[in-house]
């Protein structure tokens, strides 16, 4: 397989990012894809950075706060953040969530 086109999503390593928050990350010259499994009840606080955001919900239910508005998600409702708007939210179900920064996100490439 030509792994410079072609790559097993298997291959990924997982990163706990935050208590709760499991990741994969793909990284490439323009955005940051995170494939994020989230345990219920687990939460991610009030937050903001430079990178735009879109976050679609694919599996569960994922309360989400931008700005002073807060919504329920689910694989029928996704989100667009604006670079630097407060943003946060928390796992309502188990759930798996598809983000996508950009630019990139080089502070997740540790």
């Known amino acids: 397989m030509n792994e410079k086109f072609f790559r097993q999503f298997t291959d990924i390593e997982v990163k ?15 955005n940051t894809i995170n494939f994020i499994d989230i345990k219920a009840g687990s939460d991610s606080p009030i937050h903001s950075h430079p990178h ?27 989100v667009l953040i604006p670079g630097n708007v407060p943003h946060g939210g928390r796992a309502v179900t188990d759930c798996t969530l598809l983000d996508i920064f950009s630019p990139g996100r080089e502070d997740f490439k540790y």
């Open 16 to 30: 706990e990012m935050s208590p709760g928050f499991f990741s994969k990350l793909i990284h490439t010259e323009n």
């Open 52 to 78: 735009h955001q879109c976050a679609f919900v694919l599996k569960g239910q994922f309360e989400m706060t931008v700005g002073e508005e807060t919504q329920i998600l689910d694989t029928g409702k996704f």
